[in-house]
């Protein structure tokens, strides 16, 4: 009995971090994190991944299996949701992950981009070439969709029916639009570009229309 509309309210960049010291893994393939975050994986040295890394024990870091970058991560990477090996160190907390890549020489770890840039002093963040080169995470990336497949916008869910009954709501809604990139930048995301604003817009405007309450401005 719920009717929701889908809206996109931020970006993100899910960001694969190593160790300061790791000079030789500055872009990594998607069928290189496969194989050593994939559920069988016996990967446990770097120069398992490219022969030409050293020989190097692989500590690997990540997210608790109930974080939606977990989630994300392992359906874009392994290619199902919560499919990932299991001997790795997980962390609900984004700076444990940090503490362990940045104190492990052969570390390795991933979380959201904001918070990469937070501890860019910290840890190194990897290209991902997923098939037509290595690209870096950044805003811009994020927000064009280069940066494949760690990518990822992020929705709110407003239903039909609750904007329809309760005006609070859709004043909430109404505030939470037309302040969205402020509220995207301080929960750590990265805000819409022009045209994704644009897009925020129109689909604001199109559940406003189809719960029958008018829009102001």
Known sequence: GVTPAPLTVANDAL?????????????????????????KSEVTNWNQVDPSFPDEKL?????????????YFTEAINGEEGA???DFTPSEDDNVI????AG??????????????????????????SGDGCVTPSVQSAQDGTYTPLARPLFVYPSIEALKS???????????????????????????????NAELQTAFEKAMSDAGVPVSG
């Open 84 to 86: 990932s090996r299991t």
């Open 104 to 129: 492990s020489k052969g570390g390795l770890g991933y979380f959201g981009f904001t918070y990469y840039e937070e501890n860019a002093d910290k840890v190194n963040a990897v290209q991902i070439d």
């Open 15 to 39: 960001t694969v971090v190593v160790n300061k010291e790791n000079t030789f893994a500055t872009c990594l393939t998607t069928e290189q994190l496969e194989k050593i975050w994939a559920p």
């Open 59 to 71: 500590v690997l870091f990540g997210p608790g299996t109930d974080s939606g970058t977990f989630d």
């Open 98 to 101: 940090v503490q362990g890549v």
């Open 166 to 196: 309760n005006p609070a709501f859709a004043s909430f809604l109404t505030y939470y639009v037309e302040n969205d990139a402020t509220i995207a930048e301080q929960a750590q995301f990265i805000p819409l570009n022009d045209k994704q």
